[in-house]
């Protein structure tokens, strides 16, 4: 009964821990860049996209595709590190609960 109550009280914890992590990807913002710089990307930690900048010289009608994959790496970028960031603050909320390897949270 003991480790019952344990368990749940970790659990509540752990709900804590969890909602006042997804505030703080709310409000986290990550850049991804490609292009040496030409294109970055901003994402919030949900992976949301809030911003993108282009270098003008880019702007030539010849160099459409080149930018249209600029700025495909660039989010791609951005997501990674997004991802890394969620990752490692889950990582921190997690710590010491016992969670089956190559569990995804939060779900």
């Given at each position: 009964m003991k480790d019952i109550m344990g368990m749940m009280k970790a659990?509540?914890?752990?709900?804590?821990?969890?909602?006042?992590?997804?505030?703080?990807?709310?409000?986290?913002?990550?850049?991804?860049?490609?292009?040496?710089?030409?294109?970055?990307?901003?994402?919030?930690?949900?992976?949301?996209?809030?911003?993108?900048?282009?270098?003008?010289?880019?702007?030539?009608?010849?160099?459409?595709?080149?930018?249209e994959d600029l700025i495909l790496a660039a989010h791609n970028d951005a997501k990674v590190k997004a991802e890394s960031e969620m990752q490692s603050r889950m990582a921190e909320v997690t710590a010491g609960l016992p969670i089956p390897p190559g569990m995804k949270l939060p779900f």
């Open positions: 659990a509540s914890e752990m709900k804590g821990k969890m909602e006042a992590m997804q505030a703080e990807l709310a409000n986290l913002v990550v850049e991804g860049k490609s292009g040496g710089g030409l294109v970055t990307v901003s994402l919030s930690g949900k992976g949301e996209m809030k911003g993108l900048k282009i270098d003008p010289s880019l702007f030539k009608e010849d160099d459409v595709e080149v930018l």
